[in-house]
């Protein structure tokens, strides 16, 4: 009886760490499946980022278009209607304030 209890023992002892083999195999799964969600969460993200900054590309390049357009050498008449805007808008505050000035000092 003695080796009959010697080979249950063995025995319950190999099922005891085979359970603890199949414990942590589950574990590996489960941080093997986090980690590769995670990855698929990071790769996302940085398409969006990447379609992000193509896009601000695109947008920096048009503006940069319009810009030479504007102020390129094809765009000098433009350019001078845009210089005598702005002196006109700024001798126009200029005498609104002044107006404003002298009308305060009636007052």
């Known amino acids: 009886m003695s080796a009959s209890n010697a080979a249950q023992t063995y025995e319950s002892q190999n099922d005891q760490q ?5 414990s ?3 574990n590996l799964r489960g941080v093997t499946t ?3 969600d995670d990855v698929e969460r990071q790769n996302t993200m ?6 992000v900054f193509n896009s ?3 947008s920096l390049a048009q503006s940069s278009r319009r810009a030479l357009d504007a102020f390129g050498p094809g765009g000098s008449l433009r ?3 845009l210089l005598a805007m702005v002196s006109a ?4 505050l200029w005498i609104l304030w002044h107006l404003f000035s002298w009308i305060r ?3």
């Open 56 to 58: 601000f590309g695109t």
């Open 79 to 81: 350019r001078f209607r």
């Open 46 to 51: 940085l398409d969006d980022t990447g379609n």
């Open 18 to 22: 085979l359970e603890d083999l199949h």
């Open 105 to 107: 000092a009636w007052f």
């Open 34 to 36: 986090d980690i590769y």
């Open 89 to 92: 808008g700024l001798v126009g």
């Open 24 to 26: 942590k195999i589950r």
